[in-house]
């Protein structure tokens, strides 16, 4: 990128709490400058291309012709977690549609959005689906029209995602769920790593990087409940050094199997006399706790996958 478009760039305030005050982190491969927010910790690019230089990328790339169909599972998980088998369902950046597909197959009433033309057209043709083409913003849903909102991928590439949440809680129903994805900045990987600005996920197209803790703040302040992270393995680390303690969601121990596999086989053997395929879960979790120390992850919430799913109930105002 030439030096002519950065002069175009803008600084920009924290997105979850308004915050002028900010330092910088650093600047990543791709010449990006990473800051984190003072007041809230919240981590974005500023100053940051404007929407319409990002606008150009996706509408130059087939960005749009990737489906994930491990989220689209994902998802079904989590709505048969909560007890959710039908109603309304949206999806908002639905890419081709293979959510919504699967949805209406299980007897939801599903529609999708996606800016995309492109997205709308695969859809038609590879579904016979119609999706609508449009941003969230643009569309015109009465409030309190759906169960759930789902948005995969949306929020680390959003400009404002604190009006798109307040959106999103409008137009659900009373008692209604958000269920969402995307990076998780305070993953394992990330802080192995040193906090590099070479780690993956640190791409033009991703302006926010979100973190469990930064997920609860943006939740909080839109007015949703306490949220449920899923298929993350996230767990809590107190303490430090040979103290430390190693708290896990229930997730935990199935991520860190296929995380970790074959590499616990020594400590296995050593703690436990035993391979590690043969390892309980709490016996697991005590490898990984003695292991925690040498991490030296200081005290906070972390996840093994560098993604998160996130649920979470709308607030009632009675
Ligand atoms: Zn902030």
Same mark, same amino acid.
């Given at each position: 990128m030439g030096e002519n478009a950065i002069k175009d760039w803008v600084e920009v305030n924290?997105?979850?709490?308004?915050?002028?005050e900010k330092e910088a982190v650093f600047k990543t491969r791709d010449g990006h400058f990473l800051a984190r927010c003072v007041n809230c910790g919240f981590q974005f690019y500023s100053p940051r291309p404007t929407s319409q230089q990002i606008e150009a990328y996706y509408h130059e790339e087939?960005?749009?012709?990737?489906?994930n169909i491990t989220a689209v599972e994902i998802v079904m998980d989590i709505l048969a977690h909560h007890n959710l088998h039908q109603g309304k369902l949206l999806d908002i /950046?639905?890419?081709?549609?293979a959510l919504v597909a699967l949805a209406q197959k299980k007897g939801w009433e599903a529609v999708g959005l996606d800016p995309s033309p492109r997205a709308a057209e695969l859809a038609k043709q590879v579904l016979d689906l119609e999706i609508t083409q449009s941003y969230l913003a643009e569309s015109n849903f009465e409030p309190e029209t759906f169960d759930v909102v789902v948005l995969l991928a949306v929020l680390e590439h959003a400009f404002d995602p604190l009006a798109i949440m307040r959106q999103v809680k409008d137009i659900l129903k009373p008692g209604g769920r958000v269920i969402f994805s995307t990076p998780n900045l305070d993953n394992l990987t990330y802080h192995l790593m040193d906090h590099?600005?070479?780690?993956?996920?640190?791409?033009?197209?991703?302006?926010n990087h979100f973190t469990l803790k930064t997920h609860r703040t943006l939740l909080k302040t839109v007015g949703f409940q306490e949220p449920e992270f899923h298929m993350c393995g996230h767990f809590t680390i107190e303490?430090? /050094?040979?103290?430390v303690k190693l708290l896990p969601s229930p997730t935990f121990p199935r991520a860190a199997r296929s995380l970790f596999a074959g590499s616990l086989d020594a400590p296995a053997q050593n703690l436990f006399a035993k391979s590690s395929a043969a390892l309980s879960d709490s016996e697991l979790v005590e490898i990984l706790r003695q292991q925690a120390g040498l991490w030296n992850l200081g005290e906070g919430e972390y996840s093994l996958s560098d993604a998160v799913y996130v649920s979470a109930q709308k607030v009632d105002c009675s």
């Open positions: 924290c997105a979850l709490c308004d915050s002028t087939e960005f749009y012709e990737k489906t /950046g639905c890419g081709v549609g590099k600005p070479e780690y993956s996920w640190f791409i033009k197209e991703h302006i303490g430090g /050094g040979a103290d």
